[in-house]
């Protein structure tokens, strides 16, 4: 007896859980992090009974998960190319799709004991030994990054000091940590870091940073998610996230 | 088909399993005979990488060699060596995550030894050292040898703690693990599938050996 008294307390404590009405589930880019987490107290505000759920990760793996089944109602990604492929996949609603902020690449170095690099060319010198990107498979910064370096035909002198990163926070913290003398990540992720790391420069010959916004097609909340999608091209959204750096779309 | 993975799996978790089996049999030694005040506390340190989330082995390992760290600090300074994005990293991140498998068979295998063909090798004038090498060691092996092929599988699929040390760098420090983590986070599940059948198969193999071991005792 005393087992099944148990399990029917546990499963009396989980059906809160289960029966949680309006919830809306996001995947976003991991650059979006504490933008968005910042927006969601204003949305749930505005839609009372709604909540939003956030799951973060690199625009590709998030793209995979949503292949896989995953149960997501909005994706936004940090690059058109990785929301392109979503489309090919008929995983997204294409009417719902909007650009909704932009973004820069740049060059970071730790603020402590770096390098001293102040030109790409200078990425090639032996005091870098590590230089932190995306993976370019999964993770659109590592993209950009590579469209830059291929540019300067770098990228294959510099191939061998790669680290390659699962998302652009983890690019991020291997440069803040001091473990890589240099990375490529947002405008937004380097003004995160604050004093930890430096701008070195915002290097050119990449297609624009632009992130889009969609509905999933698998979605039962729909509504929601379209709600969600206008929010964030509201002025008050905007207003927060032009503070963590974000251009207009 | 790119075997470096696999290959270095095998390196990082057969050297992994050297520093275990080494600091396994002295610490198991030690706790399986020896009572001192806060040895039961020492032992559940040993003890904790089995249940610590493999994040929490990294990040310490992070914070005692990363480059901020004295150690770390030291190393590049005089050494310039970082272990930080070498496999090294992940061999002593597979290590610590393996060592309280064997600690703890070594610890059971000792305990287990009978006490009184000890004390009969002594009175034949047989030095202690040489009483634990001919007598002890003998009569625990088996068990010692079946915790160690327990850390060896449990090396070889470690990955959290050597991805955050050791970074997931093609032909340098990617693992086997890791590779299918990649596989399956760019959508190469053909790879992936691929991948997740070699690792099984070589973990059941060495299960099974294991398993032969633990009832030889």
């Known amino acids: ?99 909704f902020v932009t973004n820069s690449l740049v060059l970071i170095e730790p603020a402590q004991g770096g390098a001293g690099v102040k030109t790409l060319q200078d990425l090639t010198g032996t005091a870098v030994k590590r230089i932190a990107v995306g993976k370019t498979a999964t993770v659109p910064v590592g993209r950009y990054t590579k469209q830059v370096l291929d540019g300067a035909r770098l990228w294959e002198p510099l191939e061998p ?11 991020l913290d291997y440069v803040s940590r001091g473990e890589a003398e240099a990375g490529f990540v947002y405008r937004t992720d380097a003004a995160i870091a604050g004093d930890k790391v430096r701008i070195v420069l915002t290097p050119s010959g990449h297609t624009p940073v632009s992130y ?13 998610g379209q709600d969600f999608i206008a929010f964030l091209n509201s002025d008050a959204a905007q207003q927060v996230l032009a503070r963590y750096g974000f251009g207009k779309p | 088909m790119d075997w470096f993975p696999l290959v270095l799996s095998l390196k990082v978790a057969a050297l992994a399993t050297v520093l275990a089996l080494i600091a396994g ?14 040895s039961s506390v020492l032992e559940a340190a040993c003890m904790l990488p089995l249940v610590l989330p493999p994040t ?41 995550v393996a060592l309280p498998l064997v600690l703890k068979s070594a610890s059971a295998a000792f305990a287990n030894v009978d006490r009184s063909l000890e004390a009969a090798a002594s009175t034949l004038r047989q030095s202690p050292l040489s009483v634990f090498l001919r007598v002890t060691l003998p009569l625990a092996w088996p068990g010692i040898l079946a915790g160690t092929l327990l850390a060896f599988a449990r090396a070889m ?7 955050m040390v050791a970074g997931s760098i093609p032909k340098q420090t990617q693992t086997l693990s890791m590779a299918i983590y990649d596989a399956v986070q760019a959508g190469h599940d053909d790879m992936a599938l691929l ?19 633990f009832s030889l005792r």
């Not at chain 1, 000091?161 to 690019?171: E, I, L, T, W, Y």
């Not at chain 1, 889009?212 to 929601?224: H, I």
């Not at chain 2, 030694?29 to 001192?36: C, H, P, T």
């Open chain 2, 157 to 163: 699929g470690e990955f959290g703690a050597s991805l």
């Open chain 2, 56 to 96: 929490v082995i990294g990040y310490a390992i992070l914070v005692a060699a990363g480059r901020r760290s004295p150690l770390g600090a030291w190393l590049r300074e005089h050494l310039d060596y970082t272990i930080i994005f070498s496999w090294h990293g992940a061999v002593v991140a597979s290590a610590v």
């Open chain 1, 1 to 99: 007896m005393r087992p099944f008294r148990l399990l029917s307390l546990v499963i009396a404590l989980a059906l809160p859980l289960a029966v949680s009405a309006q919830q809306v589930t996001v995947s976003a880019a991991a650059s979006l992090t504490d933008a968005f987490k910042e927006l969601a107290p204003k949305f749930e505000a505005s839609k009372p009974g709604a909540t939003l759920r956030f799951n973060f990760a690199a625009s590709g793996a998030l793209l995979q998960q949503i292949s896989q089944g995953a149960p997501v109602d909005v994706f936004a990604s940090a690059d058109q190319e990785t929301m392109d492929r979503a489309v090919q996949q008929k995983l997204i609603d294409t009417d719902s799709r909007r650009n």
């Open chain 2, 25 to 38: 049999v002295a610490l198991g030694w030690i706790f399986a005979r020896k009572r001192f005040p806060g």
């Open chain 1, 161 to 171: 000091k790669f680290v390659q990163a699962d998302s652009v926070r983890q690019v």
């Open chain 1, 212 to 224: 889009p916004v969609a509905t999933v097609a698998d979605s039962k909340q729909k509504a929601l």
């Open chain 2, 195 to 213: 991948l997740v059948s070699i690792t099984s198969l070589l973990s059941i193999t060495v299960l099974v050996l294991s398993n032969r071991f």
